[in-house]
């Protein structure tokens, strides 16, 4: 017999770097699940675009918050607390880049990266792990790089962030598991973002797409409760020739 999946309409999901790019593109996959969904960014000028471009009504709510920041995702929780009563589904999103080679790299350079796209996660997973466990359970996904398992010059702080990220989503998946929190990790190659500069273009059609992440963390989310896709890695399947 085959398993229903998860049912997810009403379910509280809260998307990081939900502005532009695959953050937005998962928070419009969620709602159009009717899930609310709760979706931050650091410009409150692309959220407000977000907001406009989603179009939900009450069923979503944006506000501004860097994750690097611990305090700043301690508000951003209580307020979705204050206003849903709990998360269902986290989606730590939220990631920037700088590429430089290591010795051109600044001390500044190398906080940004890590505390958006290594700390971030651990601040949201930490403020959202006591909601989910109150609601019974949850799902959390991270979403990681192929550049995670795939050094390249210039990145030694991407790579560094997205290497650490894998580490830390195996072992808070054998962490939550017996307490009903499910974690995966969505692994992308290319994704046709504006994310480094050329990857919108054109020519880059060759790309993933930003929906088509989405629909993979829409997949992983209503699996059945017995399911877990702890790692998928997602690449092009027909890239330039070299």
């Not at 909601?131 to 990145?155: C, D, K, T, W, Y």
């Not at 830390?168 to 046709?192: C, H, K």
């Amino acid at each position: 017999m085959r398993s229903e999946s998860t049912e997810l309409k009403d379910k509280i999901a809260v998307v990081t770097g939900a502005s532009k790019g695959i953050g937005l593109a998962i928070a419009r996959e969620f709602l159009a699940a009717g899930m609310r969904v709760a979706i931050c960014g650091r410009s409150r000028e692309a959220l407000t675009g977000a907001k406009s471009a989603l179009d939900a009504g009450d069923r979503l709510y944006a506000a501004r918050c860097d994750v690097g920041r611990f305090e700043e995702v301690e508000r951003f929780f209580e307020a979705v607390l204050d206003l849903w009563g709990g998360v269902d589904v986290l989606v730590n999103n939220a990631g920037v880049g700088r590429f430089k080679a290591v010795d051109e790299l600044s001390v500044e350079d190398w906080r940004t990266v890590v505390d958006t796209n290594l700390s971030g996660p651990f601040y949201c997973v930490k403020a959202a792990v006591p909601l989910m466990r109150e609601r019974g359970g949850g799902f959390i996904v991270n979403i990681g790089s192929l550049a995670g398992r795939n050094p390249f010059p210039g990145g030694a702080a991407y790579n560094a962030s997205k290497f650490g990220l894998n580490g830390f989503s195996e072992a808070t998946m054998l962490d939550l598991r017996n307490q009903g929190i499910r974690v995966s990790q969505i692994m992308p190659g290319s994704v046709q973002t504006d994310f480094q500069p050329g990857g919108g273009a054109p020519d880059a059609d060759w790309k993933l797409s930003p929906e088509q992440v989405a629909e993979t963390a829409l997949h992983l989310v209503q699996m059945p409760q017995r399911n877990l896709a702890s790692r998928i890695e997602m690449r092009p399947s027909t890239p330039p020739k070299r």
